[in-house]
């Protein structure tokens, strides 16, 4: 499990509540390698060497699939044989001082072009990528659904240059936010918001994006990157109307997902033209409807409900929609071997459990080791399917898996505004202190009171620790006079 123990520390409160001290926060996993010293690179190697980048989605600046420029030409990196050595050499040649983690399967969308890396071994105090093991340029025998990518220590190498470089990839073009902008007034007040007119976070705004061909496929694929595991119908007319009265720029003007992508920025787009009018002609902004999960319908007033899978389910996991993969077999539970583990299979896990698409792919037990038998290797799901157990996968003996390769997911799951419902205060550090929670009187007044500390447990604590985004709770105090 990937956490560390934030330093316990015990406070006392002169009012009758509770204290919730040291929430743990996630951070890399407790067996990872230790990094490699930072060397100091000199300005002859930094002009000399090999170009490197990071791209795909959604990423943060210090992540993403490794892109290398090699002959005029920017290819990838198989993930076959890739390690945390391996990344380590890379996150120093990209100016950071170390690697945190390292990801396979594309999980950054797929690269194009060539393949330029395989089977690479680094031992570790490599100046370059391109002077550790490999196959050598060229010879792969990956596709791109085997893209490596890296998560680098967002902690600079002092002096280091070329930071152009590892954000060469930089396009105004990229979708990273999505959302739903209801338009009904009741629909604004209510969580999740699961239907409104698709727009994407646009320089200092959001645009829309013309439904001219738009299709179910491209619903799907807004509502599981929102948390939804399903879509709806929606009524076009009565948006149309209301959307004549709008003023719209639409910054996307063609969407073709195939219906499995886990974002939409994997799908292939089509933008508008810089200088040519931003108009939908014959069309109009895209609209979604999406089915919350049971976990979240509470406020959609919807009459129908899904129900969930008895067979699947997620255990281990510091959050909601996150766990390690349990699947149920002959009234016994067991887990899921993690060899080719991809977002498609973990997509129609999370989609079966009620959340959306998968945000990760998770191998090597990240979310914890099971127990009992493991009933599933090489799960090959298309991403359609509506259980895993209706995917193609091989049954398992002794020899082939052991628990440290147990498979898990992280769920999208829609926003529900929980985490600002509850406050803890009074704490030296943002994960201990007193918990508070905001009610309303019956004018619509809100304040922020106490819980009575009687009863309250670490049991508790892991809730509230949970609906704060905190990961688990490391005690539940509680403090009265």
């Known amino acids: ?88 050499v890379l996150c120093r040649q990209l100016g950071f001082v170390s690697a945190t983690g390292w990801t396979h399967s594309a999980k950054y969308g797929k690269g194009q072009g060539k393949i330029w890396l395989d089977n690479v071994q ?42 152009n470089v590892i954000d060469a990839h930089i396009d105004e073009n990229k979708i990273e936010e999505v959302r739903l902008r209801p338009v009904v007034a009741m629909a604004k007040k209510k969580l999740p918001i699961a239907e409104g007119v698709v727009e994407v976070k646009y ?89 919350p999960g049971p976990l979240f319908m509470q406020n959609s007033g919807l009459k129908k409900k899904l129900k969930t899978s008895s067979t699947v389910r997620l255990k281990g996991g510091a959050r909601l929609g996150e766990g390690r993969v349990e699947v149920l077999k002959d009234n016994e539970w067991g887990t899921v071997c993690d060899d080719r583990w991809n977002l498609q299979s973990a997509s129609v896990v999370c989609r079966e459990l009620g959340f959306g698409s998968a945000k990760e792919a998770l191998t090597g037990a990240r979310m914890g080791q099971g127990m009992g038998p493991i009933y599933m290797n090489e799960v090959k799901c298309l991403g359609q399917e509506k259980s895993i157990w209706n995917c193609p996968f091989k049954n398992i003996t002794s020899e082939d898996c052991q628990h440290m390769e147990d498979a898990a997911v992280r769920c999208s799951v829609p926003y529900m505004g929980f985490e600002n419902l509850i406050r803890i205060t009074g704490g030296r550090t943002r994960y201990e202190g007193r918990l508070e929670v905001l009610s309303s009187d019956s004018n ?12 309250w447990s670490t049991r508790e604590a892991m809730v509230a620790c949970r609906q704060l985004g905190l990961g688990y709770a490391n005690q539940g105090l509680q403090v009265g006079y």
Not at 29 to 40: E, K
Not at 72 to 83: A, K, R, V
Not at 444 to 455: F, K, M, N, R
């Open 203 to 291: 320089k200092d705004g959001w645009a829309q994006i013309c439904d001219l061909g738009w299709t179910i496929k491209n619903t799907r694929v807004v509502c599981g990157m929102l948390g939804f595991p399903h879509e709806r119908k929606v009524n076009k007319n009565f948006y149309k109307l209301y959307l004549e009265r709008q003023k719209n720029y639409f910054h996307i003007h063609s969407v073709a997902c195939t219906g499995t992508e886990v974002h939409l920025a994997a799908c292939p787009l089509e933008f508008s033209k810089p200088n040519t009018t931003s108009s939908c002609e014959g069309g109009m902004a895209a609209v979604v409807s999406c089915m």
């Open 1 to 88: 499990m990937e956490k560390s123990r934030c330093r316990q520390q015990l406070a006392f409160s002169l009012l009758f509540g509770l204290w919730l001290p040291s929430c743990l926060a996630q951070t890399t996993p407790s067996n990872a390698p230790t990094q490699a010293p930072t060397p100091s690179p000199s300005p002859k190697l930094q002009t000399e060497r090999l170009k490197v980048r990071l791209a795909g989605y959604p990423r943060k600046h210090n992540e993403g699939r490794i892109e290398l420029f090699y002959k005029g030409e920017w290819g990838t990196i198989c993930d076959d044989d890739f390690s945390i050595t391996n990344a380590n």
């Open 444 to 455: 619509g007044t809100q304040s922020w009171g106490l819980i009575c500390g009687e009863t």
């Open 122 to 163: 680094c031992n570790g105090g490599e100046k370059s990528i391109e002077f550790c093991k490999s196959r050598g340029w060229g010879n792969s025998d990956c596709t791109h659904d085997e893209d490596a990518g890296v998560v680098c220590k967002d902690e600079r190498i002092p002096g280091f240059v070329d930071s």
